[in-house]
């Protein structure tokens, strides 16, 4: 009988992981979250010629196409749940700080996504331009640092998710606390991407609440969302994906945390931008000097039909999970800390990537030996902390287990297929 509770135990709390989760908000909170940053004036900064490569990333349509049908894309936890399991078992000291901030999100997300319009409503006929400026204008009020939209892509949505797939996806950014960043990987540091979720949250509730004002179905997808962000991101026209991985914003870096809703309201997409952000990564490879695994490639490859760098995830992730979440590769970018104007500006100037190679920007104080590494030297690690005990990660698992499925954060998961927004088909069969 215990044996059959403890292998049921993580179905049990998948399934109502969010509503354990949204009971934290009646617990004190004492996180002392930083203030949050203004929302962005326009990117303006002319991008010279030779840092110019193509708008967004290098893509073939055709074999992302093949891959996101022979392969569909699984939330990275319920893939690897006993991973995840060990991440938070690890993570503890920064989590149960902002436990009850995180609660009272998850509960206002849950609380938008139930108020809808009636589907019996009149079609609603908003000009596509005026609407989309009228959201933007709401975005900025709300406290959203940037808006961006694309159209809803199966190929990049979970093979299963919780939240009905809508036409169009709104992609809000909300700048991750600069000064915490600064001191990763550190607690603080992790905290604050935590803090960053958290205010994506609640303004990603805002803006949806106005969208259902206004009578349109709108979803807003939670942390860590249903489908791969950092496409959206580019695919709205707000940054490139850099060397480290992640998505570029030409004003934090990636110093941001990246939250989803899907609508029905007809919103003028955007289209991805040529920020110039590979030459600046060509020019630079901070991250891949710092990174104390090595797990950053220094060129791009075709993954999944998107010419980009892989990280090495079976070598960051246990560094991530035993040193504070790591973030090395976040702290000593010059976008993230400068800015890419301001970097645009050195550059011209000296034709230097501006702070590279000083402490300032590639200097870091490891978490887990108390010593400080300059530019380009990286801490010795030994098999506790590249290989921990108890740490199960595969890489070369394709589904879930049987029966594990997404935590659920606004709706009901369940094994059988649910129809896309386009008419594909997402999810397992009901046989698995
Ligand atoms: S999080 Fe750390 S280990 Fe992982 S890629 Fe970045 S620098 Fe490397
Ligand atoms: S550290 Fe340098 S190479 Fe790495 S993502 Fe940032 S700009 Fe690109």
């Known amino acids: 009988m215990r044996r059959r509770v403890r292998l049921l135990w993580p179905i049990v709390q998948r399934r109502y992981a969010g509503s354990f989760m949204s009971l934290a908000r009646f617990l004190p909170d004492r996180s002392n979250a930083p203030a949050l940053a203004a929302p962005w ?163 990603t509730a805002q803006l949806t609440r106005f969208l259902v004002s206004r009578g349109y179905r709108t979803i807003p997808q939670g942390f860590p969302g249903d489908g791969i962000a950092i496409h959206y991101g580019v695919q709205a026209g707000l940054g490139q994906l850099g060397l480290n991985g992640q998505l570029l914003t030409p004003e934090a870096g990636s110093r941001c945390r990246l939250l989803l809703i899907t609508t029905d309201a007809p919103l003028v997409h955007g289209a991805p931008v040529d920020f110039g952000l590979h030459g600046v990564c060509d020019q630079c490879r901070g991250c891949v000097r710092n990174c104390p695994v090595g797990a950053i490639p220094q060129t791009r490859k075709p993954y999944r039909g998107v010419v980009k760098a892989k990280l090495n995830t079976a070598r960051c992730l246990p560094v991530v999970v035993s040193a504070s979440g790591c973030a090395v590769c976040m702290k000593v970018c010059p976008v993230q800390r400068y800015g890419l104007s301001a970097i645009l500006e050195h550059r011209e100037q000296t034709g230097e990537i501006l702070g590279l190679g000083t402490d300032e920007l590639e200097g870091y104080d490891w978490p887990l030996d108390g010593r400080h590494y300059g530019p380009g030297e990286t801490p010795k690690l030994g098999d506790d902390v590249t290989r921990p005990k108890g740490l199960v990660f595969d890489p070369t698992r394709v589904a879930p287990e049987p029966g594990i499925h997404p935590i659920t954060f606004v709706g009901d998961i369940t094994p059988r297929r649910r129809e896309h927004h386009d008419g594909r088909q997402v999810g397992r069969p009901a046989s698995s």
């Open 41 to 203: 004036a326009p990117f303006t900064a002319a991008i010279p010629a030779d840092l110019r490569d193509v708008p967004g990333e290098r893509r073939d349509g055709a074999e992302e196409e093949r891959v996101a049908r022979e392969a569909p894309l699984q939330e990275f936890f319920a893939l690897h749940r006993e991973a995840q399991e060990f991440i938070v078992e690890h993570g503890k000291r920064y989590v149960r700080p902002v436990l009850p901030r995180l609660g009272a999100a998850i509960h206002a997300i849950r609380r938008a996504t139930a108020r809808q319009p009636d589907p019996a409503r009149a079609v609603v006929a908003d000009d596509p331009a005026e609407l989309t400026a009228a959201v933007r204008a709401a975005a900025e009020r709300i406290g959203i640092s940037r808006i961006g939209f694309a159209p809803n892509d199966a190929r990049y949505t979970f093979a299963e998710t919780d939240a009905p797939q809508l036409p169009t996806v709104i992609v809000c950014i909300v700048e991750q606390d600069w000064a915490m960043t600064q001191t990763a990987p550190s607690d603080a540091a992790e905290m604050a991407a935590f803090h960053g979720y958290v205010e994506g949250m609640n303004r």
